[in-house]
C-alpha cells in the first residue's frame, strides 16, 4: 500500500494543497526519472530542476508533459541560477553528488560528496531557509548532518524539516521479504531503522511475525543492508541505484508534501535529528516517523526488538556516532 501511494495520489484528481519544489542535482541518474514523477504529483504547482549543467534540456523535456506544473531548469552556468531555483521553494529533493563503483563503499564518496552538499545546504539557508530538506546524496549518514551544521551556522536550522531519504531501504525490504512469501510487496512492511549503509540499516524482521529459519533469516538481512551493492555491481562502474532511488525519493517527497497538507497519519521511515538515542550520543537516526504541517509530527518509538536486533542496533549507534561527527567535523573545518 504504501509503496503505491505517491503513484495513486499522484495522479488524484481531487483538490490538493500546492507546493513549490525544487531538485538539486536534477540532470543526474536520480534526478531525471525523480523530477518525472514529481511532475507526475498533482501537489506540485512549480518545479525547479538545477545541476551544474543539463537542468534546462531535462525541464524542456518534462514540461511538454500534460500536468499542470511549471517546469524550470537552472545551471550554475548562469551565477543566479541556484538562486532562483531556491527562492521561495518549500521543499528541496538532493540527489547531487558522485554515485559509488564497485569496490567502493558509501563513506568513500565522502570526499566528493561533502563539499557539495555543504555548498548547496548554504545557497538553501541563504534563500530558502523554512524549506523542508530532503537528502539523497551519499554518505546519508554523514551528509545530513552536515547540512544541519550547515543551517545552524545560519541560524536558519529546523530539526522538524530536515530528512535523510532512506525510503529506498524500505521498498527493497518490501520487495524482498514478499519474494521470499510469494506475496504482494504492497502487503509486506518492515520496520527499518538506523541509518543508511551497511550494518546500519537494521530491518526489524521480528516485528513482521514471519517465521524463517536461521538462514533465511540471515541471508535476507544481508539483502536488505547491502541491496545497494547488488546494483553497484551490476551496473559495472557505471552508479548505483537510480530508478528504484527515484520511487522512493517521489514517494518520499509526496508524504512529506501530504504531511505539511494537513493529512492525517502519515507515516514513513527517514534518517533525523533524534531524541531515540540521543542519550547514547546518536544525534541522528532513522525510525518510522509521523509526518505533519510542520515536517517531523512524532518519532515512533522502535517496538520490541529480539536479542539479536539489540545486538545489531548496538553496533549500528558506534558506526553512526563516527559517520555523524565526520560531517560535523567537515562543516567545523571548512
Ligand atoms: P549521477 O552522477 O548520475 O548524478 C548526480 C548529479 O548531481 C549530476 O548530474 C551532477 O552534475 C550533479 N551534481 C554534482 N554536484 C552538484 C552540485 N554541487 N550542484 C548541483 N548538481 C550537482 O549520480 P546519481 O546516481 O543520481 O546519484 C546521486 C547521489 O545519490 C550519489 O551520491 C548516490 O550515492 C546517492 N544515492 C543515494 C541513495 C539513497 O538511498 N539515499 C540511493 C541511490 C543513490
Ligand atoms: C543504495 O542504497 O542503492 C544507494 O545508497 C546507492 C549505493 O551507493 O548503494
Redesign the pocket.
Known amino acids: 500500500m504504501l509503496l503505491l501511494r505517491t503513484v495513486k495520489r499522484g495522479f488524484s484528481t481531487r483538490p490538493a494543497s500546492l507546493y513549490k519544489v525544487t531538485v ?8 531525471q526519472p525523480l523530477s518525472m514523477l514529481l511532475k507526475l504529483n498533482t501537489r506540485v504547482t512549480d518545479l525547479r530542476l ?5 537542468a534546462q534540456g531535462v525541464a524542456a523535456d518534462l514540461s511538454h508533459v500534460p500536468t499542470a506544473s511549471v517546469v524550470r531548469g537552472y545551471t ?1 552556468e548562469d551565477p543566479e541560477g ?1 538562486k532562483s531555483a531556491l527562492t521561495g521553494t518549500e521543499v528541496v529533493v538532493i ?6 563503483k564497485p569496490g567502493m563503499s ?1 563513506d568513500d ?1 565522502f570526499v566528493k ?1 561533502a563539499g ?1 552538499v555543504q ?2 545546504a548554504t545557497a538553501i539557508a541563504e534563500h530558502a531557509p523554512n524549506a523542508a530538506v530532503l ?4 554518505p ?1 549518514n554523514s551528509t545530513v548532518p552536515i547540512v544541519a551544521e550547515v543551517f545552524k551556522k545560519h541560524g536558519t536550522y529546523n530539526p522538524r524539516k530536515l530528512f ?6 524500505v521498498i527493497r525490504a518490501s520487495r524482498f521479504l514478499s519474494e521470499l512469501r510469494g506475496t504482494n510487496p504492497r502487503d509486506e512492511h518492515v520496520s527499518i531503522v538506523g541509518g ?1 549503509s551497511g550494518i546500519t540499516i537494521i530491518p526489524l524482521l521480528s516485528q513482521t511475525g514471519y517465521q524463517m529459519s536461521d538462514e533465511q533469516r540471515k541471508a535476507l538481512i544481508h539483502r536488505i543492508q547491502f541491496g ?1 551493492d547488488e546494483v553497484v555491481q551490476a551496473k559495472q562502474g557505471a ?4 530508478l528504484s ?1 527515484a520511487i ?1 525519493g517521489a514517494r518520499f517527497a509526496g508524504s512529506v508534501m501530504d504531511g505539511l497538507s494537513g493529512e492525517a497519519d502519515v507515516v514513513e521511515a527517514a534518517f533525523v535529528d533524534s531524541p531515540l538515542f540521543k542519550d547514547e550520543g546518536v544525534e541522528f537516526f532513522s525510525s518510522l516517523l509521523t509526518l505533519g504541517k510542520d515536517g517531523v509530527e512524532k518519532v515512533h518509538e522502535l517496538g520490541p526488538v529480539s536479542a539479536e536486533e539489540e545486538e545489531m542496533l548496538r553496533e549500528c549507534k558506534e558506526t553512526l556516532r563516527k559517520n555523524i561527527a565526520k560531517g560535523v567535523e567537515f562543516v567545523k573545518q571548512h
Open positions: 538539486l542535482g536534477a540532470g543526474g541518474g536520480i534526478g538545477f545541476d551544474l549543467r543539463g550554475s541556484l540527489p547531487a553528488g558522485v554515485p559509488r558509501r564518496l560528496n557539495a555548498g548547496l537528502v539523497i546524496s551519499n546519508v535523510g531519504v532512506t525510503t529506498l531501504d543508511h545497494g552508479g548505483s541505484a537510480t532511488m522512493a
